[in-house]
Structure formats: structure tokens, C-alpha cells
T-cell receptor
Framework: RKEVEQDPGPFNVPEGATVAFNCTYS??????FFWYRQDCRKEPKLLMS???SGNEDGRFTAQLNRASQYISLLIRDSKLSDSATYLC????????????FGTGTRLTVIP | DVKVTQSSRYLVKRTGEKVFLECVQD?????MFWYRQDPGLGLRLIYF???????EKGDIPEGYSVSREKKERFSLILESASTNQTSMYLC??????????FGSGTQLSVL
């Protein structure tokens, strides 16, 4: 079983829609969680960290469900500029090297 | 904000050539990483360094070596480039368990 799994998509949604992605992880002792955004042929950039209590940044909401071992990213009022690949990243046991990446979920927002 | 700089954005090399990819970060981070990213496979760790002159193999170290002579610089070396090393190479750095910062990537083509 992979450490981190994401639905690769693609998700094609109209402008203004709400879309949600999930990412499951296998190690219950995982300690920190992140969502990164990656545009085509560019490097991943941090979108938001995911905190136990859930956190929101404008139209983006991230949540962590430790019991079911998944994190989620909700995007409200989708914009064309949200079109990208969204990667979830999980830090396993303590240690800078214990990072596990999902393969990414591709989102296309359609006019 | 942290800046991670990779020396080349695009590189074309011939089979058998020795290839150097350079990465410099400006925030005094302890930890530096080299990943390759291929379609459908996500990011895979090649090598990791947690201090000057210290390195650890990642998931796919075969055919690669690294050098970290100064804290800010982490070099990836392809001793004898092969066509299956054609890929996007991403350097990253982080402090402890904090978020990961990526360089802009080097798209390497080996002919």
C-alpha cells in the first residue's frame, strides 16, 4: 500500500463551483500535513499547512481527519486561475526526511 | 521568503556525459533534498542531506551521487547520463520538520 494516495482526477469543474479533494495516508503516526499547488512545468509551491483543528485561507479550507487518516482540501468559488495539480504531502515519523508525496490531483476550472 | 535556486531551467545532454545539477538555498536550512518527478510517478527522493558532508540515499539513488561541501549548496551528479534519467529534477530545502521549499526545477533531457 502506498504511504499517501490521491485521486489523480482530472477534476473538470465550472467557474464558481466548489470542489473537494481527499488524500489518504497509511501511517497513523504521521505528524504534519501540507497541500502544495503545482502549475504545469513549474515547481510545487506551498498552498497551506493542515492543522488538526482545520484551517481556512480565503476560498481554501483544509481539514485533517486522524481517525480515518485523510486530509482534505476544499476550494470554494473556483477561479480559472485555480487550474493546477494539487499535491498532498505527509510528514511521517519525526525526521526531516520522512516526507511522502501523493501523485497529485489535476484540477481544470472551465469558463 | 526562502529562495532555492537551481542553476539551469533546461538542460540537454548526451548519453554517457557527466552532469552536474547545482542547488543553492539562502535561509541556512539544515536539510536539502533532490527529487525527480515523472508523469504518473510523482516525486521520488534521490538523495537527502541533513548537514554539510552528510548524505543519505533516498528511494532511487542508483546512477546518482551528491555533494554538500557548504551548507547552502547541494549538488546532484549524474556520473554517466542515461536516457532513463530524462526527467524534471527538483531541489528542495527545509528547516527541521517545517514546510518544504522547492527550486524552480531543471528539465533534463538525455539524448
Amino acid at each position: 500500500r502506498k504511504e499517501v494516495e490521491q485521486d489523480p482526477g482530472p477534476f473538470n469543474v465550472p467557474e464558481g463551483a466548489t470542489v473537494a479533494f481527499n488524500c489518504t495516508y497509511s501511517n497513523s503516526a504521521s505528524q504534519s500535513f501540507f497541500w502544495y499547488r503545482q502549475d504545469c512545468r513549474k515547481e510545487p509551491k506551498l498552498l497551506m499547512s493542515v492543522y488538526s483543528s482545520g484551517n481556512e485561507d480565503g476560498r481554501f479550507t483544509a481539514q485533517l481527519n486522524r481517525a480515518s487518516q485523510y486530509i482534505s482540501l476544499l476550494i470554494r468559488d473556483s477561479k480559472l486561475s485555480d487550474s493546477a495539480t494539487y499535491l498532498c504531502v505527509v510528514n511521517g515519523l519525526a525526521g526531516a526526511n520522512n516526507l511522502f508525496f501523493g501523485t497529485g490531483t489535476r484540477l481544470t476550472v472551465i469558463p | 521568503d526562502v529562495k532555492v535556486t537551481q542553476s539551469s531551467r533546461y538542460l540537454v545532454k548526451r548519453t554517457g556525459e557527466k552532469v552536474f545539477l547545482e542547488c543553492v538555498q539562502d535561509m541556512d536550512h539544515e536539510n536539502m533534498f533532490w527529487y525527480r518527478q515523472d508523469p504518473g510517478l510523482g516525486l521520488r527522493l534521490i538523495y537527502f542531506s541533513y548537514d554539510v558532508k552528510m548524505k543519505e540515499k533516498g528511494d532511487i539513488p542508483e546512477g546518482y551521487s551528491v555533494s554538500r561541501e557548504k551548507k547552502e549548496r547541494f549538488s546532484l551528479i549524474l556520473e554517466s547520463a542515461s536516457t532513463n534519467q530524462t526527467s524534471m529534477y527538483l531541489c528542495a530545502s527545509r528547516q527541521g520538520g517545517e514546510k518544504l521549499f522547492f527550486g524552480s526545477g531543471t528539465q533534463l533531457s538525455v539524448l
